[in-house]
Every structure is written in structure tokens, then in C-alpha cells.
């Protein structure tokens, strides 16, 4: 059974980093993609970053590009977000998401499972 499980999430600092963990099961992610997707209140959820476990390519979006960095950790069945220079606007609710025929990793529509999410709030 594939599962997705979100940590890490907190309060910082504008400035500040944080490190947000998705932890899966049930499948592996040679034959995978995993995606790091974002929701703002009032706002549409966004892609954020993504691997591929296949051939190890990278996305980043423009809004995050230079300040965040994905990583996997085939040990732990570990997926990592490593977040820097955090700024108020990257407040949202982060959920890590996968599936196996995605063709353009930033779009939500192509993802099959999704975790629960975890909070980051960015204010002073």
C-alpha cells in the first residue's frame, strides 16, 4: 500500500530555514516520481520541486529556485526539502505526492497519492 508521510513543518523566521521530510511506502521510487506540491489559504496549490527516481532529473519553480533544494535518501525511503531564505510568502501547506506515468511533474493532476501535509508559517 503506498503511503506518504509529511514532516518538519514549524514556524521561522523570515530568513530561517527549515527541512521538510516525506517519508514513503509501498512502492519504489526508481520507477516514480516524487513531488513537493504547496497550498496557500485562499490560494491553488502549486508545484514546488520534484525528482525523478528514475534518471535523478530535478524541477524547481521559479519562486523557489536557488533557495530550495530536493534530495532523496534511498536508506530511508526519505525524501527531503531543504528550505532557505524562507520568506512570508512561502507560508503554505506543504504535501509530498507520487506516481509512477507523470509526464510534467508540476502539475497535481498527474499524481496519484498524496500525504497529509505539514505546516510552515514564516513571520517574525
Known amino acids: 500500500q503506498v503511503q506518504l508521510v509529511e514532516s518538519g513543518g514549524g514556524l521561522v523566521q523570515p530568513g530561517g530555514s527549515l527541512r521538510l521530510s516525506c517519508g514513503f511506502f509501498?512502492?519504489?521510487?526508481?520507477?516514480?516520481?516524487i513531488g513537493w506540491f504547496r497550498q496557500a489559504p485562499g490560494k491553488e496549490r502549486e508545484g514546488v520541486s520534484c525528482?525523478?527516481?528514475?534518471?535523478?532529473?530535478?524541477y524547481y519553480s521559479d519562486s523557489v529556485q536557488g533557495r530550495f533544494t530536493i534530495s532523496r535518501d534511498n536508506v530511508k525511503n526519505t525524501v527531503y526539502l531543504q528550505m532557505n531564505s524562507l520568506k512570508p510568502e512561502d507560508t503554505a501547506v506543504y504535501y509530498c505526492?507520487?506516481?509512477?506515468?507523470?509526464?510534467?511533474?508540476?502539475?497535481?493532476?498527474?499524481?496519484?497519492?498524496w500525504g497529509q501535509g505539514t505546516q510552515v508559517t514564516v513571520s517574525s
Open positions: 505526492a507520487t506516481g509512477a506515468l507523470i509526464r510534467t511533474c508540476y502539475l497535481e493532476y498527474e499524481y496519484d497519492y
Open positions: 509501498g512502492f519504489n521510487l526508481d520507477y516514480h516520481v
Open positions: 525528482i525523478s527516481g528514475s534518471d535523478g532529473s530535478l
